[in-house]
T-cell receptor, first 114, second 114 residues
Framework: AQSVAQPEDQVNVAEGNPLTVKCTYS??????LFWYVQYPNRGLQFLLK??????LVKGSYGFEAEFNKSQTSFHLKKPSALVSDSALYFC????????????FGAGTRLFVKA | GAVVSQHPSRVICKSGTSVKIECRSL??????MFWYRQFPKQSLMLMAT?????????EQGVEKDKFLINHASLTLSTLTVTSAHPEDSSFYIC??????????FGPGTRLTVL
């Protein structure tokens, strides 16, 4: 079965420190991988995606993610966290073929402390 | 960039009534619309996928007679929750897909059934 796992319900980090939000996936074929952020009572905002090419993908607001095929991971990273980064982060995989649909991980809540 | 709107943003209704939620792609044509449901502190669960002019494809466990989806044009899809009950209270998010498999999310609709 195709799935996305975010092993951490919550990540706590101090402002200015680097942050990592983990994601692993299980899909057949080549994955299309995404990260989204959600603020309270809001829809999802796109951060970045990996389709093909360079394994290190840079996205919005200083975030980046590294695609690791051997470990089937797509961890989200930022060198220096901001308090305003505190939000709910979703990793997602897009399944294609006969149309497409997106499957989301359970989400990881990031708290950045001042 | 591509914008997806949802209306209303919040709705409170009495048990037994029906509620319609609109999803519009404002500056592009959406060949596919997706409807998601999100419970508090949980991930997005895909409810159904619809293509313009076709019947929606519902995910397993989603009652098609309870959640009526109409995708009458390339810019509008509606979700009607029929005979709503308190357990239908949730955050409903639509997403519009383009012919090149991009996906853009609406801001969500908070439904509260009393």
């Amino acid at each position: 079965a195709q799935s996305v796992a975010q092993p951490e319900d919550q990540v706590n980090v101090a402002e200015g420190n680097p942050l990592t939000v983990k994601c692993t996936y299980s899909v057949s074929g080549n994955p299309y991988l995404f990260w989204y952020v959600q603020y309270p009572n809001r829809g999802l905002q796109f951060l970045l995606k990996y389709i093909t090419g360079d394994n290190l993908v840079k996205g919005s607001y200083g975030f980046e993610a590294e695609f690791n095929k051997s470990q089937t991971s797509f961890h989200l990273k930022k060198p220096s966290a901001l308090v305003s980064d505190s939000a709910l982060y979703f990793c997602a995989v897009r399944i294609t073929g006969g149309g497409f649909k997106t499957i989301f991980g359970a989400g990881t809540r990031l708290f950045v402390k001042a | 960039g591509a914008v997806v709107s949802q209306h209303p943003s919040r709705v409170i209704c009495k048990s037994g009534t029906s509620v319609k939620i609109e999803c519009r792609s404002l500056d592009f044509q959406a060949t596919t619309m997706f409807w998601y449901r999100q419970f508090p502190k949980q991930s997005l669960m895909l409810m159904a996928t619809s293509n313009e002019g076709s019947k929606a494809t519902y995910e397993q466990g989603v009652e098609k007679d309870k959640f009526l989806i109409n995708h009458a044009s390339l810019t509008l899809s509606t979700l009607t929750v029929t005979s709503a009950h308190p357990e239908d209270s949730s955050f409903y998010i639509c997403s519009a897909g383009t012919p090149v498999n991009e996906q853009f999310f609406g801001p969500g609709t908070r439904l509260t059934v009393l």
